[in-house]
Structure formats: structure tokens, C-alpha cells
């Protein structure tokens, strides 16, 4: 039996004409249209590269390796993959006749650095006082969500704020696709599954999800939300499971409500409307927005306290604690900005309180200062 180091050594051979890219720590995404037209992202810019492979064959071949490498069936009848690299990259490959200019492929690299909060505030991705902030919110257990869209680097601070979560809690983390690295110690890792080629032997997230109820966790986080696993996470944060993260796709805080309001309608549970978003309201605590702003920087550009759902508007009710602000592009076509308090003391406070924390005195300073303080 060939053994797992050997078989990933000969994958990256077959991956020849972008090993320097997968090796270039600048490198964050790999993006191949066809075995002619490869880009890459560095610094949030995308850039056209010269490398090729030598024919439609030799990029079929290095993606049927990848596949063997993660165990996982791929061809006309199977056109898509979703995996992981040696290094721990994620790729999503579309074979034709999905794809019929294919196929394409997206690596999203895995970097060895594990971005921490100093990391993000030393990048400006967030502030201090911002950070300081929801050391506590997360401390306190609130139920979280870091909304953002495609590359906005919504795993990266998921992973960061997982180092506040403290050391004598059990971490149980539910994933598609392992990407998570949880800066925790007592951390239990679940991956779901698709069926064999026979269609059996398939493991969801879903069927993950209900396994982790009875595994005494005391935190929850789910890699990212994509479907009828949002009913199952709304009814845990509903039923004392306090603490609970995960990731979603989604532009705006308001709209994070709303999506996560229709993949929970996509569960097999019948819930009237109305109830489901009573329950999203009293699940959803504090929602984390982050961006992949115009000049390809990633920052956090809200946190957003969820209130409760209105009947009679048939909105949400939420507030920002903290936004960011835009004054422009700078001398070198960066975006100028500041993340700040809104002046906004979140209803948490008292949950915050109830753990022995409390919020850092920029909260507080703010809201004096507000016309409304």
C-alpha cells in the first residue's frame, strides 16, 4: 500500500506548473480556467500568470490524483470536488460537461501562520479597542456569527476569535471540509462525508450535528452554514447551548439574518415562518462582518448586536456596536477608513456581567459621547 507521504509527493508532482505558487507564502488563492489560463491573488490583487499545463489531460490526471488523495469519487457523472491538499489547502475543482471550458479549479491556500487578533489588528483588519471588546462578548458565550462574502476572511476570524474562548471549555468543531486550526486545546474535530460510488456511506453535517449534541460540548461552532444544518444550530443556541460559532455567507449584517432565515427553511422540519424567526432572533446574539474591501484589504467592518424580530415591520431588530467608517481612497488607491464604537451599549451587557466581565471602557466612552448616551 502506498503510503500517504509518497502519494502526496507524487500529487504535487502532478500539480507541477503551480507548485511555486502553492510554496509562495504571499500566494492566498490559485484560480485555474482551463490548463492555458492561471491566475493568483496576492495581497487581495488578482494577476494572470505564464504557467500552463501541458494539455486538458495533464490538468484532468492531477485532479482525479487530488481526488484519490481525499478519497472521493470524480468524473462526468461526479463533475465537482471538494477537498484538501497535502498542506491543507482547500480545492474546488468543476470537471466538463459541467464546466464545459474547463476544468476549473480554486485553491484556497493554507497558511502555516495561524492569523491571530495581533495579527489582524497589526494589519488594520481591526482595532484594539474592537478586539478587547469581543474578547469579552466571546468569554461571555454569546452566540456568534461571522458573515462576509467569498475571501472576505471569514475562516481566519473565526479562528481568531476561537483564542478567546477559555481553556477548561470542550470545543466540538463540525466542517465540510477541514479548515478550521481552533486556537484551543480541548478541541474535538468532526468532517462530513460524501457516499462512495455505491452511494452509501455518506455522513452529513447534519448527521454530525446531532451526533455532537450528545458529546458534551460546551461550544459548537460550525464551519459554515450552507443549508438545513441552520435549524439545527438556531434550536441548539436556543436550548442552552451558549457559546456557539460559525461562518456564513453574506454582504451586510441584515442580510446575514435573512439568509440564515432560508437555509433554515431548507431542513426537513416544518416550522411556520413566523416561529423561525422568533427562534433565529433569540438564537443569533452578535453577528461579526467582514469585507474584502476595493483595494483587496480584508477588514472587519461591523459587530452587530441582534435584538429580536418585529412582527409588525417584519424586520429584525439589530444594532451596531461597532462600524467602520470610509473617508476615501489614500495616495496609493488604499482605502481610508476607521473602525470605531457606535456609541451603542449592547442589551449583552448583562449577560457579560453574569460571567464577571465587563466591556472595555471605549464602550462606555462612546456612549457618553453619542447624542444619545
Known amino acids: 500500500m502506498i503510503s500517504r507521504d509518497i502519494f502526496a509527493e507524487t500529487l504535487l508532482e502532478f500539480l507541477a506548473p503551480i507548485r511555486p505558487f502553492l510554496d509562495d507564502p504571499q500566494v492566498s488563492e490559485v484560480m485555474i480556467n482551463g490548463p492555458d489560463q492561471i491566475f493568483i491573488e496576492k495581497k487581495g490583487q488578482l494577476h494572470l500568470t505564464g504557467a500552463k499545463f501541458s494539455s486538458r489531460e495533464a490538468l484532468l490526471a492531477?485532479?482525479?490524483?487530488?481526488?484519490?488523495?481525499v478519497g472521493k469519487p470524480l468524473d462526468e457523472e461526479?463533475?465537482?470536488?471538494?477537498?484538501?491538499?497535502?498542506?491543507?489547502s482547500r480545492i474546488e475543482a468543476i470537471l466538463p460537461p459541467a464546466a464545459p471550458d474547463g476544468?476549473?479549479?480554486?485553491?484556497?491556500r493554507f497558511f502555516k501562520e495561524t492569523l491571530t487578533v495581533d495579527r489582524?489588528?497589526?494589519?488594520?483588519?481591526?482595532?484594539?479597542?474592537?478586539?478587547?471588546?469581543?474578547?469579552?462578548?466571546?468569554?461571555?458565550?454569546l452566540n456568534i456569527l461571522v458573515a462576509g462574502g467569498t475571501g472576505s476572511g471569514?475562516?481566519?476570524?473565526?479562528?481568531?476569535?476561537?483564542?478567546y474562548i477559555p481553556d477548561t471549555e470542550r470545543v466540538v468543531v463540525i466542517e465540510d471540509s477541514r479548515e478550521l486550526q481552533l486556537q484551543r486545546v480541548h478541541v474535538v474535530q468532526l468532517e462530513a462525508r460524501p457516499p462512495d460510488p455505491k452511494g452509501k456511506g455518506a455522513v452529513s453535517v447534519r448527521d454530525l450535528f446531532r451526533a455532537t449534541l450528545r458529546l458534551r460540548p460546551d461550544r459548537i461552532v460550525v464551519g459554515e452554514i450552507r443549508g438545513g444544518e441552520a435549524l439545527d444550530l438556531i434550536q441548539a443556541m436556543t436550548?442552552?447551548?451558549?457559546?456557539?460559532?460559525?461562518?456564513?455567507?453574506?454582504?451586510?449584517?441584515?442580510?446575514?439574518?435573512?439568509?440564515l432565515e432560508t437555509m433554515g427553511m431548507m431542513s426537513d422540519v416544518e416550522m411556520p415562518l413566523a416561529a423561525l424567526r422568533i427562534q433565529?432572533?433569540?438564537?443569533?446574539?452578535?453577528?461579526?462582518?467582514?469585507?474584502?474591501?476595493?483595494?483587496?484589504?480584508?477588514?472587519?467592518?461591523?459587530?452587530t448586536e441582534v435584538l429580536s424580530f418585529d412582527g409588525q415591520t417584519g424586520a429584525y431588530v439589530t444594532h451596531d456596536i461597532f462600524s467602520r467608517q470610509y473617508h476615501g481612497l489614500?495616495?496609493?488607491?488604499?482605502?481610508?477608513?476607521?473602525?470605531?464604537?457606535?456609541?451603542?451599549?449592547?442589551?449583552?451587557?448583562?449577560?457579560?456581567?453574569?460571567?464577571?466581565?465587563?466591556?472595555?471602557?471605549?464602550?462606555?466612552?462612546?456612549?457618553?459621547?453619542a447624542p444619545h448616551g
Do not use: W
Open 62 to 69: 492531477a485532479l482525479r490524483n487530488a481526488a484519490q488523495y
Open 78 to 88: 461526479r463533475p465537482i470536488l471538494e477537498g484538501r491538499l497535502p498542506d491543507g
Open 103 to 108: 476544468p476549473h479549479v480554486a485553491i484556497r
Open 120 to 141: 489582524l489588528i497589526q494589519f488594520g483588519a481591526m482595532t484594539e479597542d474592537c478586539a478587547r471588546t469581543l474578547e469579552v462578548l466571546v468569554a461571555a458565550k
Open 154 to 163: 471569514k475562516t481566519s476570524m473565526l479562528n481568531a476569535l476561537s483564542s
Open 239 to 259: 436550548s442552552g447551548h451558549g457559546g456557539c460559532l460559525s461562518t456564513l455567507h453574506a454582504t451586510y449584517p441584515r442580510d446575514t439574518l435573512t439568509r
Open 280 to 303: 433565529l432572533a433569540s438564537a443569533v446574539n452578535l453577528i461579526v462582518q467582514v469585507a474584502r474591501l476595493q483595494d483587496g484589504s480584508r477588514k472587519l467592518t461591523h459587530v
Open 330 to 369: 489614500g495616495d496609493h488607491g488604499e482605502v481610508v477608513s476607521e473602525l470605531s464604537p457606535t456609541g451603542y451599549l449592547p442589551r449583552a451587557i448583562e449577560q457579560v456581567r453574569e460571567h464577571g466581565l465587563d466591556l472595555p471602557a471605549c464602550v462606555y466612552e462612546a456612549a457618553e459621547r
